[in-house]
């Protein structure tokens, strides 16, 4: 098939290469600076397998860039939208980068026969989009097919999904979409365009719900000396619930479940229907880095003047995605708080924020702090020389804020003169191994 993918964000782009690398002719289009950089193989992106997956589907002369939607739509036959649908202050989803792509075809007048919206949007936008283009004469058939991509395995979802859904009304699209991802084994759900839209958002909603189930819960055993690994993997056995997501910690960051739970509380205002369960879910996600931050200073008591070390920045590992991370909120907490902060990422190495060091080794931005916490689980800070790390510190506290260190790790830890360590969701004393 050929297909015209617009916008090449992490979502455009695996999309791109991935259908390229199913054998379909591909080409992506974004604004000219953006192409440029891909042309010279340069990835806005952070995203494992992607570097090589784009230069083998150019080299095999299936993907291709351009800049002018409508040349790249011209003989295309279908035409996937992937550009970025942000919240607006007021709540409401910006579709504003979706309609700029319409307003080219309608200019044109040149619209392959399906229009694949991959992009998060509000339910009911697809049917609004078809209007307005059989308004313009162009009687093309609007598609919804959502993407469940996380940021750090974006290659291996897209080519092994759980689920592939189409939102579509008639058995042409559906025929269409199904010979487009042809060679991927996952089951495939039809249904109307409506309904495929909400599955995105509620599927979002589901899996930022169970990690405030699980924070809320940690705070619980906090107070109560229980283990909140002990009580989701208890939890997590069941198979009507599944182990996935309920890791407690820091809260959810990143791009999507944060815009995605807003845009869904705002379509629900909308009809006067009222969603409890997802504002509860954002608040306690909200309130998590004030916990955190309260546990540092029931130790430092005055933090005027305080080093902070933090290793993670990036929401989430295997990514250099900053968006809502909960880094940034820390951040913010320490610049009112009077703290210093120097930081250290494995593939983070600037900060769009003042009030921040960062460094280029853990062992650096350790160097004569007050504590260290650690805010994203990225797999090489277990493996850190800990007593190296403590022993470079002016107070010897850690805050595992994601529960990453093993037992043998902690106990190195408080083997060093009187080093402190604060789990998530455990009473402090059981981080001794019994
Ligand atoms: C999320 C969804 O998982 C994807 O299915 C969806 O396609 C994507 O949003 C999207 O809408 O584009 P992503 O934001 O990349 O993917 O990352 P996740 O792996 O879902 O993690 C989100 C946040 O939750 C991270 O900050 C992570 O650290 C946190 N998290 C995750 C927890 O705090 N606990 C957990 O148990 C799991």
Redesign the pocket.
């Known amino acids: 098939m050929r297909l015209t993918l617009i916008g090449t964000g992490?979502?455009g782009l695996v999309a791109a290469v991935c259908f390229a690398k199913l054998g379909h002719e591909v080409t992506a289009v974004d604004r000219e600076q953006v192409i440029h950089g891909l042309m010279e193989s340069k990835l806005s992106v952070w995203e494992p397998e992607l570097d090589t997956l784009l230069a083998d589907t150019r080299d095999s002369g299936k993907l291709f860039f351009d800049t002018d939607v409508a040349r790249a739509a011209a003989g295309a036959d279908a035409l996937m939208i992937a550009v970025g649908t942000p919240t607006r202050v007021d709540g409401y989803t910006d579709l504003r980068q979706i309609r700029e792509v319409l307003g080219h075809l309608m200019q044109s007048g040149i619209c392959p026969p399906l229009v694949i919206i991959k992009s998060?949007v509000p339910v009911g936008t697809c049917d609004e989009l078809e209007v307005s283009l059989h308004a313009a004469g162009l009687l093309t058939e609007v598609a919804y097919n959502?993407?469940?991509?996380?940021?750090?395995?974006?290659v291996y979802?897209f080519l092994e999904p759980d689920r592939i859904v189409f939102g579509c009304k008639s058995h042409h699209a559906e025929t269409l979409l199904r010979q487009l991802y042809e060679g991927i084994n996952a089951p495939v759900q039809v249904c109307d365009r409506r309904s495929a839209e909400l599955v995105?958002y509620a599927?979002?909603a589901f899996?930022?719900m169970?990690?405030s189930f699980?924070?809320m819960m940690s705070d619980l055993c906090e107070g109560y000396g229980a283990d909140i690994r002990q009580v989701v993997e208890g939890v997590g056995s069941d198979q009507r619930i599944g182990p996935?997501?309920?890791?407690?910690?820091?809260?959810?960051?990143?791009?999507?479940?944060t815009k995605?739970l807003k845009s869904l509380l705002t379509s629900g205002r909308l009809i006067g229907c009222s969603l409890p369960l997802l504002e509860a879910t954002a608040k306690i996600n909200d309130q998590r880095i004030s916990r955190m931050f309260a546990k540092l200073l029931s130790i430092w008591m005055n933090p005027i003047g305080k080093r902070l070390c933090v290793l993670g920045i990036s929401?989430?590992?295997n990514?250099n995605?900053v968006r809502d991370?909960?880094f940034l909120a820390l951040l913010s907490h320490c610049q009112r708080h009077g703290i210093e902060v120097h930081a250290y990422d494995p593939v983070v190495h600037y900060v769009p924020a003042d009030g921040v060091n960062v460094m280029d080794s853990p062992y650096d931005a350790v160097r004569n702090a007050d504590a260290v916490i650690i805010m994203?689980?990225w797999p090489q800070f277990a493996s850190l020389d800990w007593p190296r790390m403590i022993q470079h510190m002016r107070l010897p506290l850690v805050l595992d804020g994601?529960n990453l260190l093993s037992d043998e790790v902690i106990a190195q830890i408080i083997d060093v003169n009187g080093a402190i360590y604060m789990p998530v969701g455990r009473s402090i004393d059981q981080h001794l191994p019994k």
């Open positions: 992490y979502v998060t959502p993407e469940f991509l996380r940021q750090g395995s974006a979802d995105k599927s979002n899996l930022a169970k990690i699980a924070n996935d997501f309920l890791k407690a910690g820091v809260g959810y960051g990143g791009s999507c479940f995605d929401f989430k590992p990514t995605d991370a909960p994203t689980e994601r």
